[in-house]
């Protein structure tokens, strides 16, 4: 059993800081990436960032490329998605997800487990 638990949503203003965090607990097993999804009311899933979990490696959506971080604790198996200068625009629920084998990460489809997600609302 593989389970992912978000937490760290909430109401900001727009300019403002959030920080996710995404727990791994469950059965260990090897994977290859992390990731962090949104989807806001009628869009679809969209690529927020990843990380590859062998090297560290973070890749990042065009829209927050700049404004947020990925970071991972190896030891506590945890990710967390530091979000600064929030727009609203970045009002969605946050997904984070694992990837067993890596592959195209921008693509919800190359993951295999997900969170329940955790709602951001940035007002403006």
């Known amino acids: 059993q593989v389970s992912l638990v978000e937490s760290g949503g909430g109401l900001a203003q727009a300019g403002g800081s959030l920080r996710l965090s995404c727990v791994l607990s469950g059965r260990t097993f090897s994977f290859d990436a992390m990731g962090w999804f949104r989807q806001a009311p009628g869009q679809e899933r969209m690529f927020v960032s990843a990380?590859?979990?062998?090297?560290?490696?973070?890749y990042y959506g065009d829209s927050v490329k700049g404004r947020f971080t990925m970071t991972r604790d190896n030891a506590k198996r945890t990710v967390y998605l530091q979000m600064n200068s929030l727009k609203p625009e970045d009002t969605a629920v946050y997904y984070c997800?694992?990837?067993?084998?890596?592959?195209?990460?921008?693509?919800?489809?190359?993951?295999?487990?997900w969170g329940q997600g955790t709602q951001v609302t940035v007002s403006s």
């Open positions: 997800a694992i990837s067993e084998n890596g592959g195209s990460l921008r693509f919800p489809s190359w993951y295999d487990y």
């Open positions: 990380i590859q979990w062998s090297t560290g490696n973070t």
